[in-house]
Structures are given as structure tokens and as C-alpha cells.
T-cell receptor
Framework: GQNIDQPTEMTATEGAIVQINCTYQTSGFNGLFWYQQHAGEAPTFLSY??LDGLEEKGRFSSFLSRSKGYSYLLLKELQMKDSASYLC??????????WGAGTKLIIKP | GAVVSQHPSWVICKSGTSVKIECRSL??????MFWYRQFPKQSLMLMATSNEGSKATYEQGVEKDKFLINHASLTLSTLTVTSAHPEDSSFYICSARDLLAGEVNEQFFGPGTRLTVL
């Protein structure tokens, strides 16, 4: 079957660094997306990895290991506005995104 | 670029009425559009995949006669919730995939429509 595993909730301090881990199992693989979703809003795209390694984009970086079925999202210099849910979504052999419940990130001053 | 709009952004209706939600890709052509539903504190649930000019593919457990999907052009898909009931109250989100995206099959999301059925 297809499965996503992320922590349900994480708490971090403003200005700090946080890493959100994701393990997945899919039927085939065509890359992995990370999305940010604020409460009551639609998801917004953060990053895409299709090859192993680290992709850096400003304060956000995403890592992928295809052999381990593992990815993480690294957020640096946390700001209060980063409080949101972070969704790890691998793409299966049909290019369908597989969604988990996401990780709710709470930033404290 | 890659903007997706939805209309309306919220709607309140009486039980038994039908509600139509529009999803438009504003600055790109979308061969495929997706319709999701999300209940509070739950994950996105894919309802159906809509391809331009063909019938939508519904996920298991989603009633195709209740959730009518029309994808008449490369920039517009509609979802009609027929005979809505209170249990249909949810956040409905569409997304679209860019025809020219190549290998990056990113989905661009609309802002969502919050449906409340009284």
C-alpha cells in the first residue's frame, strides 16, 4: 500500500532551526513535494525533489533519499509566520500525489 | 505565474440544494485538474481527477452522481455538489497541473471553497 509517515505536531522557537521528517511508501516514485498549509487556506508549494540530495531555497531546504524512502524539510531562522502545517507528498507511478495528514508546526516567541 | 482561482470562496446553502464550484487556471493550460476535500484537522482527500474533454476519474467511495465534475476546457473545471446535506460541509480545493510542466508534475492549488450546508 501507499503510506506517509510524519510527526503530527512539532514546536520550535522563533529564530531557531527545525527539521520535519517524512518516510513514505508508494507504488512507483516520481518525485516528492513539500507544501505549506496555513489553517483555513489551500496548500502552497515549497519544494520538489526527484534526485537524492539536498535542495536549498532560501530559508527552506529539502532532502531526499529514494533508497530509504525518506525526506526532510529544514526550516532555518524560524519566523512566527512559519506556524503552519507542512505536507510531505510523494508522487506515485501515475504522477498522483499521495497525501498524509501533515505536521503541524507551532512557533513560540 | 501558475495561478489557480476558485469561485466562490465560501458558500452557505440549505440542505437539498445544489452548489457549483468553479476552478480556473488563469495563466496556464491545465490538462489535468484535481478536486480535493478537507475536513478540519484532517489530510487532503482526493475526490477525483479531471482531464479536459473526458470523464473524471473518481476515487473509491466518492459518489460520481453526487459530485458532478465537468472539465470543458484547458482552463476550467467545475464541481457540482448535488442535493447537498450537512455532512457535505467541508473545504473543497482544486488544483491544476501545467501542460508544459514536463517532468515536474507540480500541482498548483486554488484558494479553496468553504461549503456550509445548513
Amino acid at each position: 500500500g501507499q503510506n506517509i509517515d510524519q510527526p503530527t505536531e512539532m514546536t520550535a522557537t522563533e529564530g531557531a532551526i527545525v527539521q520535519i521528517n517524512c518516510t513514505y511508501q508508494t507504488s512507483g516514485f516520481n518525485g516528492l513535494f513539500w507544501y505549506q498549509q496555513h489553517a483555513g487556506e489551500a496548500p502552497t508549494f515549497l519544494s520538489y525533489n526527484v534526485l537524492d540530495g539536498l535542495e536549498e531555497k532560501g530559508r527552506f531546504s529539502s532532502f531526499l533519499s529514494r533508497s530509504k524512502g525518506y525526506s526532510y524539510l529544514l526550516l532555518k531562522e524560524l519566523q512566527m509566520k512559519d506556524s503552519a502545517s507542512y505536507l510531505c507528498a510523494p508522487s506515485d507511478s501515475n504522477y498522483q500525489l499521495i497525501w498524509g495528514a501533515g505536521t503541524k508546526l507551532i512557533i513560540k516567541p | 505565474g501558475a495561478v489557480v482561482s476558485q469561485h466562490p470562496s465560501w458558500v452557505i446553502c440549505k440542505s437539498g440544494t445544489s452548489v457549483k464550484i468553479e476552478c480556473r487556471s488563469l495563466d496556464f493550460q491545465a490538462t489535468t485538474m484535481f478536486w480535493y476535500r478537507q475536513f478540519p484537522k484532517q489530510s487532503l482527500m482526493l475526490m477525483a481527477t479531471s482531464n479536459e474533454g473526458s470523464k473524471a476519474t473518481y476515487e473509491q467511495g466518492v459518489e460520481k452522481d453526487k459530485f458532478l465534475i465537468n472539465h470543458a476546457s484547458l482552463t476550467l473545471s467545475t464541481l457540482t455538489v448535488t442535493s447537498a446535506h450537512p455532512e457535505d460541509s467541508s473545504f473543497y480545493i482544486c488544483s491544476a497541473r501545467d501542460l508544459l510542466a514536463g517532468e515536474v508534475n507540480e500541482q498548483f492549488f486554488g484558494p479553496g471553497t468553504r461549503l456550509t450546508v445548513l
